[in-house]
Nanobody
Framework: QVQLVESGGGLVQPGGSLRLSCAASGSIGRVSRMDWYRQAPGKERELVAVATSGGSANYADSVRGRFTVSRDNGRDVVSLQMNSLKPEDTAVYYC??????????WGQGTQVTVSS
């Protein structure tokens, strides 16, 4: 059984930092890509950052320059370093992994709240 487990969410003041991690386990196969999404209350889930197995990274315009995605290919772990957090970054953050067969796997989500 494949599992993606996120950790690292919490409450932080505006301007603060958090680091999220997501670890994949089970018979997931070769993971080609790991992404971070987020979903704020009343809004659609949006793509935040992409980390490919080739080492490239892409970001949503709203987080570029503040968030950094990194991936440990050997352990199928992806992290998201979030700096200069803003109240509008408040959301549930989800990790997604895609394997070489195009199968998608999602984590359960971790809450990030940015508030003074």
């Amino acid at each position: 059984q494949v599992q993606l487990v996120e950790s690292g969410g919490g409450l932080v003041q505006p301007g603060g930092s958090l680091r999220l991690s997501c670890a994949a386990s089970g018979s997931i196969g070769r993971v080609s890509r790991m992404d971070w999404y987020r979903q704020a209350p009343g809004k659609e889930r949006e793509l935040v950052a992409v980390a490919t197995s080739g080492g490239s990274a892409n970001y949503a315009d709203s987080v570029r320059g503040r968030f950094t995605v990194s991936r440990d290919n050997g352990r199928d772990v992806v992290s998201l370093q979030m700096n200069s957090l803003k109240p509008e970054d408040t959301a549930v953050y989800y990790c997604r992994a895609i394997n070489a067969y195009g199968q998608n796997y999602w984590g359960q989500g971790t809450q990030v709240t940015v508030s003074s």
